[in-house]
Protein backbone atom coordinates (compact mmCIF):
# COMPACT_ATOMS: atom_id res chain seq x y z
CA UNK A 1 0.00 0.00 0.00
CA UNK A 2 1.53 3.39 -0.73
CA UNK A 3 0.27 6.40 1.74
CA UNK A 4 0.91 10.06 0.12
CA UNK A 5 1.08 12.00 3.82
CA UNK A 6 0.11 15.66 3.86
CA UNK A 7 3.71 16.89 5.26
CA UNK A 8 6.63 17.52 3.25
CA UNK A 9 9.69 15.38 4.01
CA UNK A 10 12.81 16.71 5.64
CA UNK A 11 12.07 20.41 7.55
CA UNK A 12 13.99 20.93 10.54
CA UNK A 13 10.38 22.56 11.53
CA UNK A 14 8.05 19.25 10.93
CA UNK A 15 6.13 18.44 13.79
CA UNK A 16 7.58 15.14 15.44
CA UNK A 17 4.54 13.59 15.42
CA UNK A 18 3.83 13.31 12.26
CA UNK A 19 7.40 12.05 11.71
CA UNK A 20 7.25 9.65 13.97
CA UNK A 21 3.95 8.88 12.58
CA UNK A 22 5.69 8.39 8.97
CA UNK A 23 8.46 6.59 10.16
CA UNK A 24 6.01 3.84 12.48
CA UNK A 25 4.43 3.48 9.30
CA UNK A 26 7.24 2.55 7.04
CA UNK A 27 7.44 -1.27 7.91
CA UNK A 28 3.72 -1.82 6.47
CA UNK A 29 3.66 0.35 4.27
CA UNK A 30 5.29 2.74 1.39
CA UNK A 31 4.63 6.44 2.85
CA UNK A 32 5.40 9.28 0.61
CA UNK A 33 6.00 12.82 1.92
CA UNK A 34 4.13 15.68 0.02
CA UNK A 35 5.14 17.29 -3.02
CA UNK A 36 2.40 18.84 -5.49
CA UNK A 37 3.90 17.36 -8.54
CA UNK A 38 3.27 13.89 -6.44
CA UNK A 39 0.55 14.23 -5.57
CA UNK A 40 -1.46 15.20 -8.70
CA UNK A 41 0.96 12.85 -10.83
CA UNK A 42 2.19 9.68 -8.48
CA UNK A 43 0.23 6.37 -7.81
CA UNK A 44 -1.02 6.36 -4.23
CA UNK A 45 -3.83 3.96 -2.50
CA UNK A 46 -4.32 6.71 0.50
CA UNK A 47 -4.03 10.02 1.02
CA UNK A 48 -3.89 11.09 4.71
CA UNK A 49 -4.40 14.70 5.28
CA UNK A 50 -3.35 16.21 9.07
CA UNK A 51 -4.38 20.24 8.69
CA UNK A 52 -5.47 20.54 5.10
CA UNK A 53 -6.04 24.64 5.14
CA UNK A 54 -2.50 24.64 5.56
CA UNK A 55 -2.46 23.49 1.55
CA UNK A 56 -3.91 25.97 1.01
CA UNK A 57 -1.59 28.63 2.06
CA UNK A 58 0.32 30.83 0.12
CA UNK A 59 2.95 33.59 1.39
CA UNK A 60 1.21 36.37 -0.92
CA UNK A 61 -1.72 36.30 -2.69
CA UNK A 62 -0.41 35.26 -6.20
CA UNK A 63 0.67 31.79 -4.30
CA UNK A 64 -2.38 31.54 -2.71
CA UNK A 65 -4.15 31.86 -5.90
CA UNK A 66 -1.95 29.11 -6.96
CA UNK A 67 -3.02 26.89 -4.32
CA UNK A 68 -5.91 27.25 -4.82
CA UNK A 69 -5.79 26.12 -8.58
CA UNK A 70 -3.65 23.27 -7.44
CA UNK A 71 -6.08 22.09 -4.79
CA UNK A 72 -9.35 21.98 -6.89
CA UNK A 73 -6.89 19.95 -8.98
CA UNK A 74 -5.98 17.54 -6.40
CA UNK A 75 -9.53 17.14 -5.40
CA UNK A 76 -10.51 16.45 -9.23
CA UNK A 77 -7.98 13.94 -9.43
CA UNK A 78 -8.56 12.38 -6.15
CA UNK A 79 -12.45 11.70 -7.56
CA UNK A 80 -11.78 10.59 -10.55
CA UNK A 81 -8.58 8.03 -9.29
CA UNK A 82 -10.97 7.09 -6.57
CA UNK A 83 -8.24 7.38 -4.17
CA UNK A 84 -9.01 6.69 -0.86
CA UNK A 85 -8.78 9.86 1.87
CA UNK A 86 -8.09 9.69 5.55
CA UNK A 87 -8.24 12.74 7.71
CA UNK A 88 -6.72 13.27 11.27
CA UNK A 89 -8.64 15.79 13.13
CA UNK A 90 -6.26 17.34 15.35
CA UNK A 91 -8.12 20.47 16.45
CA UNK A 92 -12.24 20.88 16.81
CA UNK A 93 -11.80 23.38 14.06
CA UNK A 94 -9.19 25.63 12.36
CA UNK A 95 -7.88 27.80 14.34
CA UNK A 96 -7.24 29.77 11.02
CA UNK A 97 -9.44 32.52 10.16
CA UNK A 98 -9.80 31.69 6.78
CA UNK A 99 -11.42 33.36 2.99
CA UNK A 100 -14.68 32.35 2.38
CA UNK A 101 -13.54 30.91 -1.25
CA UNK A 102 -10.79 28.60 0.95
CA UNK A 103 -13.63 27.49 3.33
CA UNK A 104 -15.61 26.15 0.68
CA UNK A 105 -12.91 24.00 -1.30
CA UNK A 106 -12.46 22.84 2.45
CA UNK A 107 -15.76 21.81 2.67
CA UNK A 108 -15.91 20.05 -0.64
CA UNK A 109 -12.39 18.55 1.05
CA UNK A 110 -14.90 17.29 3.72
CA UNK A 111 -17.00 15.56 1.29
CA UNK A 112 -13.99 13.92 -0.17
CA UNK A 113 -13.09 12.17 2.70
CA UNK A 114 -13.58 8.09 3.26
CA UNK A 115 -12.55 7.85 7.07
CA UNK A 116 -11.88 10.23 9.80
CA UNK A 117 -9.05 9.60 12.50
CA UNK A 118 -9.51 10.98 15.95
CA UNK A 119 -7.10 11.40 18.81
CA UNK A 120 -9.90 11.18 21.23
CA UNK A 121 -12.80 9.85 21.80
CA UNK A 122 -14.68 13.35 22.02
CA UNK A 123 -14.25 14.58 19.04
CA UNK A 124 -16.44 15.12 16.60
CA UNK A 125 -16.65 13.35 13.34
CA UNK A 126 -19.68 13.83 10.64
CA UNK A 127 -22.68 11.55 11.02
CA UNK A 128 -22.47 9.13 9.57
CA UNK A 129 -18.59 8.91 8.66
CA UNK A 130 -16.31 6.39 9.14
CA UNK A 131 -14.10 6.35 11.75
CA UNK A 132 -10.95 5.35 14.05
CA UNK A 133 -9.95 6.39 17.45
CA UNK A 134 -6.28 6.38 17.64
CA UNK A 135 -4.33 7.88 20.66
CA UNK A 136 -1.74 10.81 19.92
CA UNK A 137 1.53 8.49 20.43
CA UNK A 138 4.33 9.76 22.88
CA UNK A 139 7.80 11.22 22.35
CA UNK A 140 10.02 9.26 24.41
CA UNK A 141 11.50 7.35 21.74
CA UNK A 142 11.86 11.18 19.66
CA UNK A 143 14.07 12.38 22.64
CA UNK A 144 15.67 9.22 24.40
CA UNK A 145 18.96 10.56 23.36
CA UNK A 146 18.58 13.77 25.26
CA UNK A 147 18.70 13.59 29.57
CA UNK A 148 15.40 15.08 31.29
CA UNK A 149 18.31 16.86 33.24
CA UNK A 150 16.94 18.38 36.78
CA UNK A 151 14.39 20.36 37.83
CA UNK A 152 14.73 24.13 38.58
CA UNK A 153 12.93 24.80 41.93
CA UNK A 154 9.60 27.27 41.43
CA UNK A 155 10.35 27.40 37.54
CA UNK A 156 7.13 27.00 35.24
CA UNK A 157 7.72 26.72 31.44
CA UNK A 158 5.00 27.09 28.61
CA UNK A 159 6.54 26.05 24.94
CA UNK A 160 5.46 25.42 21.93
CA UNK A 161 4.00 27.75 18.81
CA UNK A 162 2.54 30.78 20.23
CA UNK A 163 -1.31 31.97 19.39
CA UNK A 164 -3.65 34.07 20.41
CA UNK A 165 -5.74 31.27 21.58
CA UNK A 166 -2.90 29.67 24.28
CA UNK A 167 -3.66 32.19 26.55
CA UNK A 168 0.50 32.96 26.83
CA UNK A 169 -0.49 36.91 27.82
CA UNK A 170 -2.79 35.37 30.42
CA UNK A 171 0.12 33.38 32.12
CA UNK A 172 2.42 36.22 31.90
CA UNK A 173 -0.39 38.76 34.00
CA UNK A 174 -0.90 36.11 35.80
CA UNK A 175 2.94 35.34 36.93
CA UNK A 176 3.28 39.01 37.52
CA UNK A 177 1.08 38.50 40.49
CA UNK A 178 2.64 35.42 41.88
CA UNK A 179 4.48 35.34 45.13
CA UNK A 180 8.37 37.62 44.33
CA UNK A 181 10.60 34.76 45.91
CA UNK A 182 14.21 34.14 44.82
CA UNK A 183 12.73 30.74 43.46
CA UNK A 184 9.67 31.36 41.07
CA UNK A 185 10.52 31.94 37.54
CA UNK A 186 8.75 31.43 33.87
CA UNK A 187 10.11 30.96 31.07
CA UNK A 188 8.44 31.16 27.58
CA UNK A 189 9.78 29.19 24.47
CA UNK A 190 8.36 29.08 21.04
CA UNK A 191 8.16 31.02 17.73
CA UNK A 192 5.15 33.99 18.20
CA UNK A 193 2.75 33.79 15.48
CA UNK A 194 2.94 37.06 14.83
CA UNK A 195 5.75 40.35 15.77
CA UNK A 196 2.49 41.78 17.00
CA UNK A 197 1.89 39.22 19.41
CA UNK A 198 5.87 38.99 20.58
CA UNK A 199 5.55 42.39 21.40
CA UNK A 200 2.23 42.54 23.32
CA UNK A 201 3.92 39.80 25.66
CA UNK A 202 7.37 41.73 26.06
CA UNK A 203 5.13 44.59 26.80
CA UNK A 204 3.12 42.30 29.28
CA UNK A 205 6.34 41.29 30.97
CA UNK A 206 8.42 44.80 31.13
CA UNK A 207 10.10 45.36 34.22
CA UNK A 208 9.42 41.14 35.97
CA UNK A 209 13.32 40.23 35.76
CA UNK A 210 11.45 36.83 36.47
CA UNK A 211 10.11 36.54 32.87
CA UNK A 212 12.56 34.84 29.88
CA UNK A 213 10.87 34.61 26.61
CA UNK A 214 12.86 32.45 24.03
CA UNK A 215 10.60 33.57 21.05
CA UNK A 216 11.66 31.07 18.02
CA UNK A 217 11.50 27.77 16.84
CA UNK A 218 13.52 25.66 19.14
CA UNK A 219 15.54 22.63 18.53
CA UNK A 220 14.51 19.39 20.00
CA UNK A 221 17.79 19.55 22.11
CA UNK A 222 16.91 23.26 23.55
CA UNK A 223 13.25 21.93 23.98
CA UNK A 224 14.65 19.08 26.51
CA UNK A 225 16.72 21.44 27.78
CA UNK A 226 13.51 23.87 28.72
CA UNK A 227 11.25 21.03 29.89
CA UNK A 228 14.44 19.36 32.04
CA UNK A 229 14.40 22.56 33.95
CA UNK A 230 10.79 22.98 34.75
CA UNK A 231 9.41 22.05 38.04
CA UNK A 232 5.61 22.41 35.89
CA UNK A 233 4.53 23.19 32.83
CA UNK A 234 1.88 25.41 32.38
CA UNK A 235 -0.56 24.87 28.92
CA UNK A 236 -3.69 27.29 29.66
CA UNK A 237 -5.17 27.22 26.47
CA UNK A 238 -8.19 28.82 26.07
CA UNK A 239 -9.55 25.61 23.73
CA UNK A 240 -7.43 22.49 24.76
CA UNK A 241 -8.53 19.76 22.99
CA UNK A 242 -5.49 17.25 21.50
CA UNK A 243 -1.57 18.96 22.23
CA UNK A 244 1.41 17.34 21.22
CA UNK A 245 3.08 19.98 24.08
CA UNK A 246 1.25 18.30 27.01
CA UNK A 247 2.34 14.53 25.44
CA UNK A 248 5.51 15.73 24.80
CA UNK A 249 6.03 17.42 28.91
CA UNK A 250 4.38 13.66 30.19
CA UNK A 251 7.47 11.91 27.51
CA UNK A 252 9.95 13.81 29.87
CA UNK A 253 8.38 12.99 32.66
CA UNK A 254 7.38 16.46 33.74
CA UNK A 255 3.95 17.66 34.96
CA UNK A 256 1.56 19.89 33.11
CA UNK A 257 -1.00 21.97 34.58
CA UNK A 258 -3.80 22.64 31.72
CA UNK A 259 -7.70 23.59 31.88
CA UNK A 260 -10.39 21.11 32.80
CA UNK A 261 -12.51 19.68 30.17
CA UNK A 262 -13.00 15.98 29.05
CA UNK A 263 -9.90 15.48 27.57
CA UNK A 264 -7.45 16.67 29.86
CA UNK A 265 -9.61 14.81 32.89
CA UNK A 266 -9.66 11.31 30.90
CA UNK A 267 -6.13 12.14 29.89
CA UNK A 268 -5.39 12.63 33.74
CA UNK A 269 -7.46 9.37 34.60
CA UNK A 270 -5.20 7.39 32.12
CA UNK A 271 -1.38 8.74 32.69
CA UNK A 272 -1.95 9.68 36.53
CA UNK A 273 -3.69 12.72 38.34
CA UNK A 274 -0.77 13.58 39.74
CA UNK A 275 1.35 14.52 36.17
CA UNK A 276 -1.89 16.18 34.60
CA UNK A 277 -3.05 18.85 37.11
CA UNK A 278 -6.19 20.64 36.15
CA UNK A 279 -8.42 23.65 36.90
CA UNK A 280 -11.67 25.19 36.92
CA UNK A 281 -12.65 28.82 35.65
CA UNK A 282 -10.09 31.46 34.46
CA UNK A 283 -5.62 30.91 35.11
CA UNK A 284 -4.88 33.05 38.37
CA UNK A 285 -1.70 33.52 40.43
CA UNK A 286 -2.95 31.48 42.88
CA UNK A 287 -4.03 28.47 40.96
CA UNK A 288 -0.34 28.54 39.77
CA UNK A 289 0.72 28.36 43.40
CA UNK A 290 -1.45 25.19 44.07
CA UNK A 291 -0.28 23.68 41.55
CA UNK A 292 3.57 23.97 42.15
CA UNK A 293 2.83 23.03 45.46
CA UNK A 294 1.13 19.87 44.53
CA UNK A 295 4.13 18.90 42.15
CA UNK A 296 6.42 18.95 45.19
CA UNK A 297 4.11 16.02 46.70
CA UNK A 298 5.09 12.50 46.62
CA UNK A 299 3.74 10.92 43.29
CA UNK A 300 1.44 7.89 43.08
CA UNK A 301 3.46 6.37 39.98
CA UNK A 302 7.45 7.33 39.48
CA UNK A 303 6.14 8.02 35.63
CA UNK A 304 3.29 9.22 33.67
CA UNK A 305 1.69 6.40 32.18
CA UNK A 306 1.79 6.06 28.82
CA UNK A 307 1.29 2.70 27.97
CA UNK A 308 -1.55 3.13 25.35
CA UNK A 309 0.48 5.39 23.55
CA UNK A 310 3.18 3.14 22.51
CA UNK A 311 3.59 4.34 18.37
CA UNK A 312 3.92 0.32 17.78
CA UNK A 313 -0.17 0.41 18.43
CA UNK A 314 -0.74 3.57 16.62
CA UNK A 315 1.31 2.18 13.62
CA UNK A 316 -0.88 -0.76 13.48
CA UNK A 317 -3.97 1.05 14.03
CA UNK A 318 -3.05 3.68 11.69
CA UNK A 319 -2.16 0.59 8.89
CA UNK A 320 -6.06 -1.00 9.68
CA UNK A 321 -7.67 2.57 8.93
CA UNK A 322 -5.68 3.11 5.76
CA UNK A 323 -7.08 -0.81 4.65
CA UNK A 324 -10.47 0.28 5.91
CA UNK A 325 -10.67 2.90 3.91
CA UNK A 326 -9.30 2.03 0.75
CA UNK A 327 -11.79 -1.33 0.76
CA UNK A 328 -14.38 1.16 1.64
CA UNK A 329 -13.55 3.58 -1.83
CA UNK A 330 -13.89 0.53 -3.93
CA UNK A 331 -17.12 -0.60 -2.48
CA UNK A 332 -18.82 2.62 -3.62
Known sequence: MRVLQSFPEGRATTNPYLLQLSRSLTPSVEVLGFTWRRALTSRYDVFHVHWPEILLQGRT?????????????????????????V????NVRSHEAAPRCDRRLLQTFDHRTTLWIRLNPVTPVPAGALERTIPHGDY?????????????????LCFGLIRAYKGVDVLVDCFRQFPDDAESSLRIVGAPQSSELAQRLQRAAAGD???????RHASDAELADAIGAAELVVLP????????????????????????NAVTTAL?????????????G???????????????????????????????????????????????????
Do not use: C, K
Open 87 to 90: RTLH
Open 140 to 156: REWYSNHASGVPVPGRL
Open 61 to 85: PARALARRMLFRLLLARLRLRRTAV
Open 268 to 280: ADEVGPDWVLTYD
Open 209 to 215: RRIEFVL
Open 237 to 260: YAEMHNSGAVLLALSLDRPVLVPT
Open 282 to 332: PLSAQVLVDALAQTRRPRSRLAPDLTHRRWTVGASDHVEAYSRAVQAVRLR
